[in-house]
Each structure stands twice: as C-alpha cells, then as structure tokens.
C-alpha cells in the first residue's frame, strides 16, 4: 500500500520528481516506483465501503430529531437541496482527489496546493482522535447486544442493584418529568456507572475495557488486510442494516400509535423555512454525515483503478446516504409514536437527540415490543454494524498516511504490514480508556463537541479553499476529463467555484455565531476541561498555519514570491497524463500490475 505507479519519474522532468520527507509533503520518488498500490477487487467493495462510511449511527439519531425539530417534512427540502448543491459535489471533489493521485489525503493535497499542505494532516489527525473514541461507541453496542439476550431485559425494571428507586419510573416518565425511566438508569447507573462530572474519574469500568478491548480486535481483523480484507467484510456491514431498517420498519408500521409518531416526523412546518438556522443545520447534517473532511473518502478512492466512475460512485454514495436518513425517520418516529401511546404521552416528550435515542429511548421501545428477544439483539447488532463500517474508514485514513509516507522505513521495523495496523490500533484502544473510567462520558462529549463540531469545519473551509479556488476549477475539471473522458457539466463547476465555498463559510461563521461551550445533559464543563477540549481542537487544526508557514520558509525569494510559488500546484495533469500506467489503464498487463500486491 506504497505509493502508486503513476509517480514515476518523468524522463527529463527533474520539477515532477519529489522526495518523500517529514513534514515535506511532497510526492513521488524512486522508491515508490518499486511498490504497487493495491486496489479493491470490483467497483461493489468501493461502492459499498463508502456508504458503510457515510451512513453511520448520526443517521439513526441525529438526522430524525433534526428534522422533528426543523419543520418535520419541510426540513426535507433544504436537506436535499442541500445534499445536491453541498454534499454531491465535495463527495465526488475527494473522490476525484484520491483516486486521480493514488495518495492519501496528506499527500494528495500537498500535490494540489502546497500551501496549505496541512490540511492533508490535518484531516488524518482528526480522522485518528475521531476513531479513538468513536470505537467507545461500539463497546456500548457490544454491551447492549449480550445484555439483550436475557430473558427479561435488564433495562425494564427498577428492582436491580443499581437503581436508585425513589427516582425511577419503570414506565417513561417523558422529557418534562423529575423521574428517570429504568431504561436511563440502565445506561447511567450501569452501562456507564456515572460520576457526577469531568474530575471525578471514578475509575476504569473493567466490563467496558474488555468490550472495547473486543471492539478493537473486531475493527483489526476486519482491516488488517487492508482493503482487501475490508472490501469482503463490507459485504455483509454494509447491506445488513438494510434488511434490519425494513425488518424493523414492517413491523412498527403495525403497531398502535406508529402513525401519530410518522405523522409528527413528517408533517412540514412550512414556516421554518424562513429561519436561517434550518439551513445551515441541513448543511451542516449533510456535510458530516457524507464526512467530508476526515479524508476518509480521499484514502479509499486512493484505492480505485485510474479510470473507475466516479462520478456514479458518488451518486449512489449520496443518495443512497439521503434514502437512509429517511427510513431511519420512519423507523425511529414509528417507534416513538408508539410509545408514546402506551404511556399517553406527546411524542415530542420522547423524542430527544444523541446517544440517549438509541441507548435509552429505543431500548425503552424494544422492552415493550413483541418478540422483543429477536427484536433487541438484532437492533444492537445493526449499530455494530453501521458503527464498525465508519471505523474502518477513519482508521484506514492514519494508516494510508502512515504507509505513504514512511512505508519502506515503517515495513523495515515491522516486517509486515499487518503488525503496523495493529500497533495503530493498539494505540487507537489506549487512547479510548478515558472514555470507559466512570467519568468517561463527560469525557467522550467533551472530545466529540470540539472534534466533530468545531474542528471539522475549519478544515473543510481550507480544504474547499485549497481545491476549488488555490488549485482552480479548471486543472480539477481537466483531471477529471483524463480520469473519466469527459469533463465535469456546468452543474459541477458552478458548485465547485461559487457555491460549495460560499456554503462552506456560511457554515463555518454560523458555527463560530452559535457557538456554545460543551455541556452533558444539565452538567456545565470547568475551565479547564474547555481548555483541554480548545486543545483537541488545535492538535489538528494547528497543522494547517504550520504547513503553511513551512513551505513559505521553504521557498526562495520575497515573502510575495514565497507565497506566490507556494501556490503553484506541484500536481500537472497535462504533465501526469503522460505517464505510461495512465495511458493504458485498460492494459490487462497494466492492470494486472497495478493491482499486485507483495
């Protein structure tokens, strides 16, 4: 999983020809020419591995209570034109990326824009800390999933050792009650065994530790292989929640009160259109659920044959991700409606954001289903399932880094490298402990607000920057037209050149207006933990001025010529198109080349 083939030397083209260095993000090199890229086995592994990454648990929790909350029905359609003018574009723009240059997200776009070479390692950075506690995520699935075959579920009952009884409702007490339900001490009290904030740890939850020990082992053996070993297993991650979604939505259509629940998800509240923030939330829903920016896309187009369809890949990737979101609102709200009418409760006193949907409301809803021992383990298995598939691609993004730039050195230490992933994910588990001491939780939303919400942003603004307006919709059209014979339609350059960046900022100063600092439930954060969550946040955005000012340092003449030259693409597609790999890609001696790994 070197470099690929096409960054031979050019004979007689000293500019093309660059040397692989720390913190020098500049691509080619002899030795590259002697190890061959791998690439999936058929367009399906692409294809699937990347709506396993897109359509994750934010799909199942998030994107229904969003659209609850933003006028039901009418929230569809921002999100959609959303989608068509946001999503689509920077999905196939990172698509385009990976699979034109063959390199990682580092690489790739220090070839694009030198100057801001950073972003590249800033998006494996937050790739890597968003992969560290993400997996914390699937050691609760885990927890749930064995939990769920007990006869009676352990969360319907306020008689065990660990509720607290004065406050505990065994049925839903609604979002309006002093009580909690026994489904919310089940995930307080024993899941979580909380403390009451950030300093106190409480110690490590051993029950936690070895599941998360178990999920690591679980995301190593899917991985280790690289894509040849994740392009089998998204086979059965990728396509399995399917039959469980439609599994589950069959049945809560029949059960009463569903309709009510549907009826509230959809109803449109045409009258929010007219709020800005509905927009920028659908922006902003569509440009994390696709994950642009964590450089996931880039690092598994990487692994594309020279010519492969983009373009479609990222249709089917993008609306496949849209239909998703949707059923996951006919199933959730069915389910909640439901629930609702057994308890005589308005629907909105269910309905609620974030983990607490699918580990306390959901568990509520499944205890009072029929057959809810089939019902149970088989929901708790599909968020396996979505969760691992976002894993592997936010693991694979450090690897593929890793791999590209210290490949020879790394595999002359490891021997193979199968042990490099392993020590990253060895790594990824230490870095997870935190999250699984009894204040662990306070932890995790603590690193989730300021990764997923504050970093992210930033990094996509300079990412779109980078290629849209530094690099030039033009050279990226003509890539695309030496990838796939054809350029991009007017639609795509509108979008690439005005209208993605436009949206992007838009975002980006909507996120600093509305900030608000990190919270859990009623828990305020110290400042000190804020300090710490802004220091996460920098660990990856940091590296975007640092890149810069590198290679201005780097380059010879005025500050105005340094900054000029550190402009200047170092990726040729008129220059790359010469080279023989991508002359006869459709070779069967080519591809066969191009396709062996050692």
Same mark, same amino acid.
């Given at each position: 999983m070197d470099l690929g083939a096409e960054h031979l030397k050019i004979p007689g083209s000293d500019e093309r020809d660059f040397a692989l260095k720390p913190l020098d993000f500049k691509v080619t090199g002899k030795e590259s020419a002697e190890a061959q890229r791998p690439t999936w086995n058929n367009r399906m592994e692409f294809i699937l591995a990347s709506v396993g990454y897109a359509v994750g648990l934010g799909n199942i929790w998030r994107f229904p209570y969003l659209c609850y909350r933003s006028g039901g029905g009418a929230f569809l359609f921002p999100y959609l034109i959303m989608m068509l003018l946001c999503g689509l574009p920077l999905l196939f723009m990172e698509f385009s990326i990976g699979q034109y240059t063959r390199l990682g997200p580092v690489h790739a776009l220090a070839r694009i824009c030198p100057l801001l070479k950073g972003v590249g390692l800033a998006t494996v950075v937050i790739s890597f800390v968003f992969c560290t506690y993400y997996n914390v995520l699937m050691s609760w699935a885990l927890f749930y999933f064995f939990n769920s075959f007990e006869a009676t579920l352990p969360w319907t009952s306020c008689n065990n050792t660990w509720n607290v009884v004065e406050n505990c409702s065994s049925g839903f007490p609604g979002n309006t009650s002093h009580l909690q339900s026994a489904s919310q001490q089940f995930f307080d009290q024993r899941l979580l065994e909380k403390t009451n904030g950030i300093e106190e740890s409480g110690g490590i939850r051993w029950e936690l530790f070895?599941? %998360? /020990?178990? *999920?690591?082992?679980?995301?190593?053996?899917? =991985?280790?292989k690289g894509v040849k070993s994740t392009g089998?297993?998204?086979?059965?991650?990728?396509?399995?929640p399917y039959f469980i979604l439609f599994a589950l939505l069959i049945n809560n259509v029949q059960l009463p009160g569903a309709k009510n629940g549907i009826l509230y998800f959809v109803t449109p509240v045409w009258d929010k259109l007219f709020e800005v923030k509905v927009w920028v939330n659908a922006?902003?829903?569509?440009?994390?659920?696709?994950?642009?920016?964590?450089?996931?896309?880039?690092s598994m187009a990487s692994y594309n044959k020279f010519n492969n369809?983009?373009?479609?890949?990222? %249709? /089917?990737? *993008?609306?496949?991700?849209?239909?998703?979101? =949707?059923?996951?609102g006919f199933v959730i709200?069915?389910?909640i409606g439901y629930m609702a009418h057994i308890h005589n409760l308005p629907v909105d006193n269910i309905a609620t954001d974030g983990p607490g949907l699918v580990f306390v409301v959901y568990p509520e809803v499944l205890s009072t289903m029929p057959v809810h021992q089939l019902w149970a383990p088989l929901f708790f298995f599909m968020l396996l399932c979505l969760g691992l598939d976002s894993q592997f691609a936010t693991a694979e993004v450090a690897i593929t880094f890793i791999k590209d730039e210290f490949g020879p050195q790394v595999l002359r230490f490891l021997k193979r490298e199968e042990l490099l992933t392993l020590a990253m994910c060895i790594v990824g588990f230490a870095l997870g402990i935190p999250h699984v001491t009894k204040g662990g939780i306070y932890v995790f939303q603590l690193m989730d607000h300021y990764t997923a919400v504050v970093s992210l942003v930033f990094l996509a603004f300079f990412e779109v920057v980078a290629v849209c307006w530094i690099f030039g919709v033009p050279r990226f059209c003509l890539m695309i037209t030496r990838m796939l014979g054809k350029t991009a339609n007017i639609y795509f350059r509108v979008c690439w050149g005005l209208l993605c960046p436009v949206l992007v900022l838009c975002i980006l100063i909507a996120s600093i207006v509305q900030y608000t600092p990190a919270h859990y439930e009623t828990y305020t954060y110290p400042k000190w933990a804020e300090g710490v969550g802004w220091g996460v946040s920098l660990v990856s955005i940091v590296w975007i001025p640092i890149g810069a000012i590198h290679e201005i340092c780097s380059n010879k003449g005025s500050f105005l010529q340094r900054v000029k030259t550190a402009t200047i693409p170092t990726l040729d597609p008129d220059a790359d198109y010469a080279l023989p790999e991508k002359q006869n890609i459709d070779n069967p001696a080519a591809e066969n080349l191009m396709t062996s790994v050692a």
């Open positions: 070895g599941y %998360l /020990i178990l *999920s690591w082992v679980i995301v190593y053996l899917c =991985i280790f089998k297993v998204v086979y059965f991650t990728a396509v399995f922006a902003a829903q569509v440009f994390n659920s696709i994950g642009i920016a964590f450089g996931s896309m880039i369809n983009i373009l479609r890949d990222a %249709l /089917i990737v *993008s609306f496949t991700n849209f239909f998703t979101s =949707i059923l996951a709200f069915s389910a």
